[in-house]
């Protein structure tokens, strides 16, 4: 099966950097640890996306909008035939808030 396009929202993507940056000052080790855990999931949605359930806190999610938990962080994203869009990268402790 043939992988789609991923893409990253900037905001997103400044959020995932933050958090590693925040990890490392700590444990670098621990921080590449939830970087690979984190890219290898992501990795796995590029090829099943609906793996993961709907996002609860889309309003009017016609189902292609999905999120997933891990490493005490949430990732939003939506699906189309060809790509995965990253659309939020949260730690589970902030208040969730609709989009």
């Given at each position: 099966m043939e992988k789609r396009k991923l893409?990253?929202?900037?905001h997103a993507l400044v959020r995932l950097e933050a958090s590693l940056r925040y990890i490392s000052e700590t444990s670098t080790q621990q921080a590449e640890q939830v970087e690979q855990t984190i890219l290898e999931k992501i990795d796995l949605i590029r090829v099943h996306p609906e793996r993961f359930p709907?996002?609860?806190y889309k309003r009017n999610n016609s189902g292609s909008y999905r999120a997933l938990e891990i490493n005490s962080y949430r990732i939003s994203y939506h699906y189309t035939e060809h790509t995965i869009r990253i659309l939020r990268f949260r730690h589970v402790k902030q208040d969730p808030s609709e989009y």
């Amino acid at each position: 099966m043939e992988k789609r396009k991923l893409i990253w929202d900037e905001h997103a993507l400044v959020r995932l950097e933050a958090s590693l940056r925040y990890i490392s000052e700590t444990s670098t080790q621990q921080a590449e640890q939830v970087e690979q855990t984190i890219l290898e999931k992501i990795d796995l949605i590029r090829v099943h996306p609906e793996r993961f359930p709907p996002d609860k806190y889309k309003r009017n999610n016609s189902g292609s909008y999905r999120a997933l938990e891990i490493n005490s962080y949430r990732i939003s994203y939506h699906y189309t035939e060809h790509t995965i869009r990253i659309l939020r990268f949260r730690h589970v402790k902030q208040d969730p808030s609709e989009y």
